[in-house]
């Protein structure tokens, strides 16, 4: 069954159509890639399901419902979650604070309770997010780093607390752009890994990504933009020998 689809989606900026008539449907439970050239149009697909842009035609449904048009955050709270292509951490704070700034929407509990600590309930309530936070870093293998500052970890692993960071919004999908971009191999074989074991839990994966073995090793489906049009879609070893996905990576006259 189809998580989100986007129908027709369509945005403009001025003369350029950045995203043009574009059809996809994420299947629940599978990690799904999109890939493409620089300029194809994947961030701006991503902030169009994320409500960053609306579009200016076409349609997006998440779960059957239709979210174009909402704000980022209702979106964000009806079970989207992403990570940017640039780190955004808070990097002076220890890594499980940076989580728990993702989990704090989830709780009653907020800045004023944790001041005044008046009733049982805040202290249950903080310490289930702790735990819940704890849960979220051990999914990406930084459970033992949970009170190093952020700017300590490599940076790999800062990579690693932005996806825990997204899932402790307990989303049921996962946006990733670009998350394998400037590690090294060793690194990238790890997210690789922990990728995987995300979707084991249950978690539908979506991500942009440019490097190619890292993307062909880890997704069930693949969709193509090639300014803004998706110019494929399929397994990774359909799309790896398409030559129209070929032509659009190498130009002209490419052969396989
Ligand atoms: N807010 C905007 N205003 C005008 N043009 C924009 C805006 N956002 C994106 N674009 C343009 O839309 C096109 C698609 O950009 P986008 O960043 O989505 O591509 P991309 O596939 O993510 O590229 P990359 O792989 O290099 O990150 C580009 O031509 C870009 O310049």
């Known amino acids: 069954m189809a998580i989100l689809t986007l129908d027709n989606v369509t945005i403009r900026f001025g003369g350029l159509v950045a995203v043009d008539k574009v059809n996809l449907a994420v299947e629940e439970g ?49 079970g989207i979650g992403r990570t940017f292509q640039n780190i955004r951490l808070f990097n002076e704070l220890p890594v499980i604070e940076n989580v728990l700034i993702g989990a704090h929407t989830r709780g009653k509990w907020d800045l004023l309770g944790s001041i005044l600590r008046p009733a049982p309930w805040v202290k249950r309530e903080e310490e289930q997010l702790l735990d819940w936070a704890m849960e979220c870093l051990d999914r990406v293998d930084l459970a033992g780093k949970a009170w190093e500052i952020a700017s300590n970890l490599s940076y790999g692993e800062q990579r690693r607390l932005e996806i825990a960071r997204a899932l402790a919004l307990k989303p049921r999908i996962l946006l990733l752009d670009e998350p394998a971009a400037g590690m090294n191999p060793f690194e990238k074989q790890v997210l690789m890994e922990i990728v995987q074991k995300i979707r084991q ?8 990504e440019h490097d190619m073995k890292f993307v062909m090793g880890i997704s069930d489906r693949i969709a193509v933009l090639d300014y803004g049009v998706k110019i494929a879609e399929g397994k990774p070893e359909e799309v790896r ?9 190498l130009g002209k006259g490419a052969k396989h």
């Open 241 to 249: 020998v398409n030559p129209q996905v070929i032509e659009a990576y």
């Open 30 to 78: 599978n990690i799904q890639a999109l890939i493409g050239p620089n300029g194809a149009g994947k961030s701006t697909l991503f902030n169009l399901i994320t409500g960053i842009y609306t579009p200016t035609e076409g349609e997006i449904r998440f779960n059957g419902e239709v979210i174009s048009g909402r704000q980022t955050h209702q979106i964000a709270a009806l």
């Open 201 to 208: 839990t249950g978690m539908t994966v979506f991500l942009v």
